[in-house]
C-alpha cells in the first residue's frame, strides 16, 4: 500500500516549456487534490476532482490543466511554463470530496522554472 | 476577502518548554478548522475542530476553537526536538464540498 505517488520528484523547466505531473493513489479514494506550496506560505488549492470524471477550479487556476484519468490517477499539465510557477507541487486524495482532515498527501514535486 | 492569519511566524524554543501557537480566520460560512504538522515533505493531519471549547488532545499536543472570537491555539507541552516542523493551520469555508484555506504557518524550532 504505497498511498499517494507522484512523479518527478525534482523538475527544471525552462520559460515556455511543457510538463505533465503524475500523481496515482491506491486507497480506491474518490477526490484527489492539486496544491502548491510557495515558501514562507501555506499551501494554495489548484484543482480538485471531487469524483471520477469530474474536475473543478481551486483558488489558483491559472496557467494549469488537469485531467482524471480513471479513480486512481489525477495529473496536473502546465502547458507554457512561467517562473512564477516555481513551486512545491502536492497531490493528495481523500474518501469522499471535502473529507480534509482524511487527506492523505504525497510526497511533493520541487518544481522550477528559470 | 477570506483569510487565516497563523502567530507568530516563527518561533525558537528549548526542549521542555511549551508553545502556544495562533491560528485566526476570517470566512464565510465556516465549516471546521484544521491543524497540520509539515516537516520536510508533507503536511500530516493533527486535529480537526468543529465546536466552540472542546478540547482535542493526542499526547503532548492538544487544541482548542472558539467560534466567536474566531481563533484556534495549539499548545505542545514538554517539547522535544522532533516537534521541529512548520505548523499549519487551514479553515474549511462554504457550501457543500466545502473550500480550504491555509494559513502561511508557523516555523517552530526546538533546541536541545
Known amino acids: 500500500n504505497a498511498g499517494v505517488t507522484q512523479t518527478p520528484k525534482f523538475q527544471v523547466l525552462k520559460t515556455g516549456q511543457s510538463m505533465t505531473l503524475q500523481c496515482a493513489q491506491d486507497m480506491n479514494h474518490n477526490s484527489m487534490y492539486w496544491y502548491r506550496q510557495d515558501p514562507g506560505m501555506g499551501l494554495r488549492l489548484i484543482y480538485y476532482s471531487a469524483s471520477e470524471g469530474t474536475t473543478d477550479k481551486g483558488e489558483v487556476p491559472n496557467g494549469y490543466n488537469v485531467s482524471r484519468l480513471n479513480k486512481r490517477e489525477f495529473s496536473l499539465r502546465l502547458e507554457s511554463a512561467a517562473p512564477s510557477q516555481t513551486s512545491v507541487y502536492f497531490c493528495?486524495?481523500?474518501?469522499?470530496?471535502?473529507?480534509?482532515?482524511?487527506?492523505?498527501f504525497g510526497p511533493g514535486t520541487r518544481l522550477t522554472v528559470t | 476577502e477570506d483569510k487565516v492569519v497563523q502567530s507568530p511566524l516563527s518561533l525558537v524554543v528549548h526542549e521542555g518548554d511549551t508553545v502556544t501557537l495562533n491560528c485566526s480566520y476570517e470566512v464565510t460560512n465556516f465549516r471546521s478548522l484544521l491543524w497540520y504538522k509539515q516537516e520536510k515533505k508533507a503536511p500530516t493531519f493533527l486535529f480537526m475542530l468543529?465546536?466552540?471549547?472542546i478540547e482535542k488532545k493526542s499526547g503532548r499536543l492538544s487544541s482548542i476553537l472558539d467560534k466567536k472570537e474566531l481563533f484556534s491555539i495549539l499548545n505542545i507541552t514538554a517539547t522535544q526536538t522532533g516537534d521541529s516542523a512548520v505548523y499549519l493551520c487551514a479553515v474549511e469555508y462554504g457550501g457543500s464540498q466545502g473550500n480550504l484555506i491555509f494559513g502561511k504557518g508557523t516555523k517552530l524550532s526546538v533546541k536541545p
Open positions: 493528495a486524495s481523500s474518501e469522499a470530496a471535502g473529507h480534509y482532515y482524511e487527506q492523505y
Open positions: 468543529t465546536s466552540s471549547g
